[in-house]
């Protein structure tokens, strides 16, 4: 059975990091194009970041672009984000996808976790 398990969410303080973690079983990890999208309260999901099969390739959404790094470890079947320099505005819960498509929209990827969440104080 297909999964994917976020984890590394928490509180922190503006200005902090955290690292998210997203660990797949029961899927072929290097066949998917990896993204994190994340889920404000009242608002819809977002694109954040996706990185390609081998992770030579990475896009961000222009609101986290220079402080948010994503990655990957297809020995570890492991997606990850780096977060730094977070904000108020980055509170959200965040969601690990799998897709075969090389797409920022949700509806395109196959597989979901479960969410982790993150939240900044100000």
């Known amino acids: 059975q297909e999964q994917l398990v976020e984890s590394g969410g928490g509180l922190v303080q503006a200005g902090g990091s955290l690292r998210l973690s997203c660990a797949a079983s029961?899927?072929?990890?290097?066949?998917?194009?990896m993204a994190w999208f994340r889920q404000a309260p009242g608002k819809e999901r977002e694109f954040v970041a996706r990185i390609s099969l081998t992770g030579d390739t990475t896009t961000y959404a222009d609101s986290v672009k220079g402080r948010f790094t994503i990655s990957r470890d297809n020995a570890k079947n492991t997606v990850y984000l780096q977060m730094n320099s977070l904000k108020p505005e980055d509170t959200a819960a965040y969601y690990c996808?799998?897709?075969?498509?090389?797409?920022?929209?949700?509806?395109?990827?196959?597989?979901w976790g479960q969410g982790t969440q993150v939240a900044v104080s100000s």
């Open positions: 029961g899927l072929t990890f290097s066949g998917y194009n």
């Open positions: 996808a799998a897709g075969t498509g090389w797409t920022r929209m949700s509806s395109a990827f196959r597989y």
